[in-house]
């Protein structure tokens, strides 16, 4: 083994990747490989805030039923009460996630691609630091692209991993951010000094480029910048096909990869459906005549039919639908009850507690929500019956559904049949 091991050292390493002069691209170097990782470095910032936002947009510490990740322990030491106000807040911050997402996939293929010489340094292992580093570079390279695959297998609806995507992207990206400071805080002063050399120094050394550059390049087809420039225009083209789900409007139109397609159909319900009632499993008879609205709260109870919901007194919102997948509706105008107005049917005044809020779904995860207090008292939220002038449609929650300003769409409820005012569940 010994001797197998000392051969193998004094020999150098065996012939293909492991070689420096098997890599030959002339593009690569300390320059190229700094700027797309100072992109980078911005931007997974940027996706790891607004991704902890989007979770802390469920009111996930308010009760189980919001809670995709009940284990999470100190992991949601940030939480905090998800605000109304914007109402497009959860439209800006999860649109800004899902596409940002998509956008830097050239740019992370890009950097990748630019290091991947050294992924094939040899020996593996030099020392114990270096082992470490490896290590570290393992869940860096790991975690980035389980975060990305995860996060775009799920905006284009295929479910395909074992277990929840939100337990899966919620802890691999703890993993991945923790490998990426520890990258960053090695990495960064070098590559400020490659992008921005301070005057009069000397070009990164031998020792910074070591590993990147090729010993024996070939002819160069393209330069450094006119490969960022693909990079660049790659990641543009992503853009284009991609916010139109989010922004709305005409360029939906331009959104080719948005998974529920561009033409949302026409008319008053003519937007964005989620999951059709046919595809949750609501019957009819779910939601017809003998479908009840029961109000619950303050030790009190109050069933209403269809015709009494329609005689309270309705409001109007002007709110958008944004989901947790990136896509989101422009501002639809909703008719319907108060929230508060329905507290106040059960004797509740105008310091309306948190809500359980219960949809005739027999199973899966969104067939309820517990909306906290200050969602309740928003005189926006409404327990919506009419969209655009029209009767809700049926796969947009007919004959009630919850409709809450800045919230995600996934607490938007569809075909309620139950609010319990100051209960958990
Ligand atoms: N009962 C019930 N309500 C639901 C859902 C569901 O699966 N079941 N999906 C939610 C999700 S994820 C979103 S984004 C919105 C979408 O509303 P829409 O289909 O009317 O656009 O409804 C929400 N309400
Ligand atoms: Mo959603």
Redesign the pocket.
């Known amino acids: 083994m010994r001797s197998a091991w000392g051969t193998a050292r004094t020999a150098g390493p065996p012939p293909g990747p492991a070689r420096p002069d098997f890599w030959r691209s002339p593009l690569r170097g300390p320059w190229l490989t700094s700027v797309l990782g100072l992109v980078l470095l911005a931007g997974i910032t940027i996706l790891f805030v607004t991704g902890l936002l989007s979770y802390a947009a469920y009111n996930p510490d308010l009760a189980a039923v919001n809670d995709q990740t009940p284990d999470k322990g100190w992991l949601g030491f940030y939480l905090f009460p998800w605000p109304t106000s914007p109402y497009w807040l959860y439209r800006v911050t999860q649109g800004v996630h899902v596409t940002l997402g998509i956008v830097l996939v050239p740019v992370l293929l890009a950097k990748l691609w630019s290091v991947i010489p050294k992924l094939f340094a040899w020996p593996p292992v030099r020392s114990v630091a270096h082992g470490i580093e490896r290590l570290s570079l393992l869940l860096l390279v790991g975690g980035a692209g389980f975060e990305f695959v995860t996060g775009i297998l799920n905006v284009q609806l295929h479910y395909i991993f074992p277990g929840s995507f939100y337990t899966l992207h919620f802890y691999g990206a703890w993993v991945f951010i923790g490998a990426f400071v520890v990258h960053v805080a090695f990495r960064l002063p070098k590559a400020l000094r490659a992008v921005w050399p301070r005057p009069g120094e000397p070009a990164p050394g031998t020792q910074d480029a070591a590993g990147l550059v090729s010993p024996r390049p070939a002819a160069p087809t393209i330069s450094r910048r006119g490969a960022l420039g693909m990079v660049g225009l790659g990641s543009l083209a992503l853009l284009v096909v991609t916010a139109g789900q989010s922004v709305g409007g005409w360029l939906r139109h331009t959104a080719l990869l948005a998974p529920h397609g561009q033409d949302p159909g026409s008319g008053p319900n003519g ?5 059709t009632a046919a595809s ?1 499993g609501i019957r009819p008879s779910d939601i017809g005549p003998d479908w009840r609205l029961t109000v619950r709260g303050a030790g009190r109870q109050v069933d209403l039919t269809y015709g009494q919901l329609l005689a309270l007194p309705q409001s109007e919102s002007s709110l958008p ?1 944004a ?1 947790v997948e990136g896509w989101s ?1 422009p501002d639809q105008r909703w008719s319907g009850v108060r929230l508060t107005e329905l507290a106040a049917l059960v004797g509740l005044g105008t310091d309306t507690p948190q809500v359980f809020v219960e ?1 005739v ?1 027999r199973g ?1 995860s ?2 309820s929500v517990v909306l906290r207090d200050n969602q309740a008292r928003d005189t926006r939220s409404l327990l919506a019956v009419r969209v655009n002038g029209a009767v809700l449609s049926h ?3 007919y004959p009630a559904r919850v409709i809450v300003p800045g919230a995600p ?2 607490h ?4 309620v049949t139950r609010l319990a005012f100051g209960e958990q569940a």
């Open positions: 937007f964005q459906i989620n999951k949750v639908i989901c509706t949809s779904q899966g969104f067939r796969d947009h929650g769409g996934v938007n409820t569809k075909w």
